[in-house]
C-alpha cells in the first residue's frame, strides 16, 4: 500500500475512509465485514493533514491541509455512494492563510454543523442538506497558536481544542474551550 503519513481517516456508512498523504491523491476504504482494503475516487487536489468530518447523506468534508505547493485553500465534499469528489465552498482565508506545517482539524457536531481549526483560526462550516453547498462562520481565533492540537466536540455545546505546539513549535499542554458553538 501507500504511505499513510498525513493521512486522516473518518467512519462514514460503517467503513472507514482514508485520505490524502504526503504527495498523494489517494482515498482508500477499509470495510472491517470484509476486513479489505478498497482504493476509491482521487481527491482534486493533494492534501497533507487536511480536516476531514462525516457529514450528513454519507457524505464527507474535507478542507485544508498541505499540498505540493503549500496550504492547500479548497474544501471538497466526497459523496461516499457516487464516489465523487466535488469543490464545495471554500474556507475564509482566515482559515486557509496558515504555514505549511499547520495541520486542520475537523470535528462534526451534534447539530450536523462542522467545527475546523488550524490551531490559530476556528470556523464552523454548516454543509447543504444535499449536494456540495455550504456556508462559512468565522469564530474567535484561537488566544494561543495551538498547531497540529486534536478537537473534540461534547453534547452540550462545547467544542475543547488540546494540546499542539506553539509558534515556537515547542509541545504545549493547552486547553481552549468554546462555547455555544453548537
Known sequence: GQSRQERKSVSADGRVFVVGGTGL????????DTTTWTAKASMAAIRDGPGVAAISGNRVLL???NGAGGTVAT???????LNTFTA????PTTLTQITTTTR???VKL???RVFVTNGTASEIFTPATSGVGGTWTVLTDTPVVQDKCTVTA???GQVHVIGGIDADTASMIRHTLYRSVI
Open 75 to 81: 474544501a471538497e465534499i466526497y459523496d461516499v455512494a
Open 63 to 65: 478542507v485544508g491541509g
Open 25 to 32: 491523491l489517494s482515498t482508500e476504504v477499509y470495510d472491517n
Open 154 to 156: 461534547r453534547l452540550h
Open 110 to 112: 451534534p447539530n450536523g
Open 88 to 91: 464545495t465552498t471554500n474556507a
Open 104 to 106: 486542520t482539524q475537523a
